[in-house]
């Protein structure tokens, strides 16, 4: 079995071929005759909007929902990737610290004058 490694390039391809999502939840407001009335909710620059949704379109709105979630792993995948490339270059470029060496001679109190 072969494993690839993604690179953080590939997940930006990924995400851009993402063309439409939505953010927020679908659900079930009854049954009716002719099915399930669904309501679409979600928060918009910090209010709560909810939305009444055809039978017809819930198919659609649940792969837009299921597409932003898809968005958000491969963004958290990205930032890990990222953070950890940059935690292995800025470890690599570190020094140790090292102590000053040990003098022979006792250091001498500054005079005060």
Do not use: W
């Given at each position: 079995?072969?494993?690839?490694?993604?690179?953080?390039?590939?997940?930006?391809?990924?995400?851009?071929?993402?063309?439409?999502?939505?953010?927020?939840?679908?659900?079930?407001?009854?049954?009716?005759?002719?099915?399930?009335?669904?309501?679409?909710?979600?928060?918009?620059?910090?209010?709560?909007?909810?939305?009444?949704?055809?039978?017809?379109?819930?198919?659609?709105?649940?792969?837009?929902?299921?597409?932003?979630?898809?968005?958000?792993?491969?963004?958290?995948?990205?930032?890990?990737?990222?953070?950890?490339?940059?935690?292995?270059?800025?470890?690599a470029g570190?020094?140790?610290?090292?102590?000053?060496?040990?003098?022979?001679?006792?250091?001498?109190?500054?005079?005060?004058?």
């Open positions: 079995m072969t494993t690839t490694k993604t690179t953080p390039e590939a997940l930006l391809q990924q995400i851009a071929a993402i063309e439409q999502m939505e953010r927020g939840t679908l659900c079930v407001l009854r049954h009716g005759p002719h099915g399930p009335y669904f309501n679409f909710q979600t928060r918009e620059q910090g209010r709560h909007h909810s939305q009444y949704v055809p039978s017809e379109q819930e198919p659609i709105l649940r792969a837009n929902i299921a597409a932003y979630e898809q968005f958000k792993a491969l963004v958290d995948e990205y930032v890990r990737l990222v953070s950890e490339r940059s935690r292995q270059e800025r470890l570190a020094k140790k610290k090292r102590r000053p060496p040990n003098s022979s001679s006792p250091r001498k109190p500054k005079s005060r004058n």
